[in-house]
């Protein structure tokens, strides 16, 4: 815990070091969601038949809502594997990688500290979001905070065992971007962040129903525009536990044989 923490707090004092990077937190929440939401008004026409349509696809008549549910979530799936993803490899450029490997702490920490600054900035976006969503596109709540909380805890071990399998490569193969624009596509295309996953053939929709991040979008807006209890999405609940152990435990497995291979292979630090 002392590492971790130690990973925390670096991480929270390089922040404070580039406040500037605030900036994006409260610019993205507003601009990333005004492309799609202007693009529906567009597109649909000047009739209420398109809403009515949409509306039978997805069960809500609340587009923005919809749309703002999805791209947050997305956002925070974006925002991981940028930072947390690749943050082995920034302490790789950063020539900072071996002298932290060689302290002894069992290695899986220096993932565990970044994690935990990932959580805390991204609940601090989450907060920031929330507020400017109310004040902006006047963005409601139906259903329990809580329960949407909760839903939101429950998806952070799978989004976070993806992370972590996502880091081991990212530090075995020293290249990142491509594989952030090819992981978050598939959840773009798949997860239904912009629209029902009704209108998807059905060999997408097995896809999008393997993928975490599908139900922890499907349930909150069940729960935020529909005011569903938990017994209403105790399936995706489930889904949320059992992936997030599963993908938790592959991404320790994917640590540790990254781990040996850079050790066998001596290329920890090369660029």
């Not at 949409?54 to 974006?78: E, P, Q």
Request: glycine fraction near 8%; aromatic fraction near 16%.
């Amino acid at each position: 815990m002392t590492a971790v923490l130690s990973i925390f707090k670096k991480e929270f004092r390089i922040f404070l070091r580039y406040p500037s990077w605030f900036i994006s937190a409260l610019i993205w929440p507003i601009i990333f969601p005004f492309g799609y939401l202007f693009t529906v008004k567009a597109l649909s026409g000047t009739d209420a038949q398109s809403l009515e349509i949409f509306s039978n696809f997805s069960g809500t008549a609340d587009y923005v809502g919809f749309i703002l549910i999805g791209t947050t979530m997305w956002m925070l799936m974006n925002t991981m594997l940028w930072s947390f993803g690749t943050s082995l490899r920034t302490e790789q450029i950063r020539g900072t990688l071996e002298s932290n490997w060689l302290c002894p702490v069992p290695k899986i920490t220096l993932l565990l500290g970044y994690s935990l600054w990932q959580i805390f900035s991204s609940f601090v976006y989450l907060l920031i979001s929330i507020i400017e969503f109310k004040l902006i596109y006047n963005f409601r709540f139906i259903g329990s905070p809580l329960l949407s909380l909760l839903i939101i805890i429950l998806s952070l071990p799978s989004i976070y065992g993806i992370g972590f399998i996502f880091a081991s490569l990212v530090m075995w193969q020293k290249e990142a971007n491509s594989m952030v624009f090819l992981v978050r596509g598939i959840m773009s295309l798949f997860c239904g962040i912009t629209y029902p996953l009704a209108v998807l053939p059905n060999w997408m929709k097995s896809i999008s129903n393997i993928i975490p991040l599908t139900h922890s979008i499907s349930a909150l807006r069940s729960v935020i525009s529909a005011g569903a209890t938990i017994g209403d999405i105790k399936s995706q609940i489930y889904y949320l536990i059992f992936s997030g152990i599963v993908l938790m435990i592959l991404g320790f497995l994917a640590f540790n044989l990254t781990q040996k291979k850079v050790k066998e292979s001596g290329s920890l630090g090369h660029y």
